[in-house]
């Protein structure tokens, strides 16, 4: 996978034209929810950023120098095996940022970040952040409140990788997915799909088949078209809606 390459990049008050959420305003959970003061400090701070599919933004064992608080698209987080397997432990899209061990005292990340499609995100580096972090203890709150909200969804994706078949858990990452990146058009292939959830790639085949003949979703090479929603819902795990819930009480209360 090619490393994150930063292009277009541009010190920022306010988010250029066009790099806003629907509603004219940032798309980011955690930045658009701090107070003025907070933001002017860490705004001018900050560089936009568009990110490639696939691209790494941190290896494990490797000096973490840069975080991301995305505006759109998607994030794994993959825990690597000994034998090169890697297996998604968690996502994270505008509702977080990209760089929590930092907060905590670590330099290093545990796991590989890849994006999983095109995105844009605000760039601090981490010396930065943490220079301008104990002015902001609104921003601190909310970063160690998703860094909460992160460990209880690895914990149920932990659950739901032991307990469940590769074809709910297939419907539950789409949904996860297609809540973050948008659009019914997910540029995937059964190979990568295989990697996220820990399977092999004939039991996401059949899986991808599954879910097709149900009519939640079309699968062409590269892509895969989710065709209805709710259909994809009900061949999911209780999990999708579990993490959901999570997501919805801790925004709730961030607000």
Known sequence: MPRA???????????????????GRIGNFILRSLP??????????????????????????????SGYFLNNGLGSLLTIHPDGKTVEVGLTGREGF?????????KTSA?????????????????????????CPELEKRLQRFSMLLGM?????????????????LARWLLMSHDRIGGTILPLTQEFLAQMLGSRRASVTGAAG??????????SRGSV??????????????????IE???????????
């Open 5 to 23: 390459v930063i292009s277009g990049s541009s010190k920022v008050f306010s988010p250029p034209p066009g790099n806003e959420s629907s509603d």
């Open 36 to 65: 003025r003061k907070e933001s002017s400090l860490l705004f001018p701070e900050m560089e936009f950023v568009r990110l490639k599919l696939h691209q790494v933004l941190h290896e494990p064992g490797e000096v973490i120098r």
């Open 98 to 106: 990209i760089g929590l061990p930092v907060i905590f005292g670590f």
């Open 111 to 135: 796991l590989r970040v890849v994006t999983q499609a095109d995105a844009t995100a605000y760039r601090v580096e981490i010396d930065t952040l943490l220079r301008i972090l104990p002015r």
């Open 153 to 169: 969804q690895s914990t149920q994706l932990a659950a739901c990788n032991r307990l469940h078949d590769v074809t709910e858990r």
């Open 210 to 219: 599954v879910l097709q003949k149900a009519g939640a979703i079309e699968y």
């Open 225 to 242: 078209g989710i065709i209805s929603r709710g259909k994809l819902e009900d061949s999911s795990c209780d999990c999708y809606e579990a």
């Open 245 to 255: 819930r999570q997501k919805k009480r801790w925004q709730g209360e961030a607000s």
